[in-house]
């Protein structure tokens, strides 16, 4: 069965690498130097998580991605 992940993506200027996470799947967080390494890794994390809550016959629970929002202030 496939699923469908969102991940949460910033860039860290010091480390100037991608960071990701997948909010809602704890554990699930990864980097990379290119936006395809990062997703190359998440993807690696995101199935080593399933396999280890499989493993320990824990159910893979995912909270929802609600979303980001822009907030605009004065400054």
Known sequence: ???????????DPDAKLYVGTIPGLSG??????TLDELRENLREVIELVIEEKAARGE????EP?????QIVVGA
């Open 65 to 69: 991605f609600v979303g980001i929002q």
């Open 28 to 33: 699930a967080h990864s980097q990379g130097a």
């Open 1 to 11: 069965m496939e699923r469908t992940f969102t991940a949460y993506v910033e860039f």
């Open 59 to 62: 159910p893979l629970e995912v």
